[in-house]
């Protein structure tokens, strides 16, 4: 599996509970590292293409709407297997479905309002870091000691 870099997005719901911290954290303490971050509050053609492949599904809009209904903290988290470590402390697309212990378990309310996004694979990692982050806003740890 080896080192990998995945997007972490905390969503607007999460924001807004004051959870940035207590989702980051949960994510240190599993072992991942916090290469870059920055909160915005996305804009609609942003939130649009970002979400693009669920175009044609009944949710779009309203998953659009949501992202946009209040500022988010993207990161990128570094780490051994981290695309499938992040999606493994997240729990479960639907929160009524999220092992216990998860963040989406823990604070999501809604299948809708749930909390977190992370990347599902080493080609969406890539494209979504590359959507939102241009090289020089990332401070890999690859090399460094702190392994
Ligand atoms: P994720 O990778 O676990 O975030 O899940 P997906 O990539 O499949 O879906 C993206 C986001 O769309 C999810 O995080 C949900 O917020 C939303 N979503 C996915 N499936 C559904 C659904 O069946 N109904 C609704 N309302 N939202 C959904």
Same mark, same amino acid.
């Given at each position: 599996?080896?080192?990998?870099?995945?997007?972490?997005?905390?969503?607007?719901?999460?924001?807004?509970?004051?959870?940035?911290?207590?989702?980051?954290?949960?994510?240190?303490?599993?072992?991942?590292?916090?290469?870059? +971050?920055?909160? &915005?509050?996305?804009?609609?053609? /942003?939130? %649009?293409?970002?979400? @693009?492949?669920? !175009? $044609?599904?009944?949710?779009?809009?309203?998953?659009?709407?949501?992202?946009? +209904?209040?500022? &988010?903290?993207?990161?990128?988290? /570094?780490? %051994?297997?981290?695309? @499938?470590?992040? !999606? $493994?402390?997240?729990?479960?697309?639907?929160?009524?479905?999220?092992?216990?212990?998860?963040?989406?378990?823990?604070?999501?309310?809604?299948?809708?309002?749930?909390?977190?996004?992370?990347?599902?694979?080493?080609?969406?990692?890539?494209?979504?870091?590359?959507?939102?982050?241009?090289?020089?806003?990332?401070?890999?740890?690859?090399?460094?000691?702190?392994?």
């Amino acid at each position: 599996m080896g080192k990998e870099q995945t997007l972490l997005i905390v969503k607007p719901d999460a924001v807004r509970k004051n959870l940035i911290g207590e989702v980051l954290a949960r994510l240190e303490k599993g072992g991942l590292k916090v290469v870059a +971050s920055k909160m &915005v509050h996305l804009k609609e053609k /942003e939130a %649009e293409e970002f979400y @693009a492949i669920h !175009r $044609e599904r009944p949710f779009y809009r309203d998953l659009v709407n949501f992202m946009i +209904s209040g500022p &988010v903290v993207i990161s990128i988290l /570094e780490g %051994e297997g981290a695309i @499938a470590k992040n !999606r $493994e402390i997240m729990g479960a697309t639907n929160p009524k479905e999220a092992a216990p212990g998860t963040i989406r378990a823990d604070f999501a309310d809604s299948i809708d309002e749930n909390a977190v996004h992370g990347s599902d694979g080493p080609d969406t990692a890539r494209t979504e870091i590359a959507f939102f982050f241009t090289p020089q806003e990332i401070c890999p740890r690859l090399k460094a000691r702190d392994y």
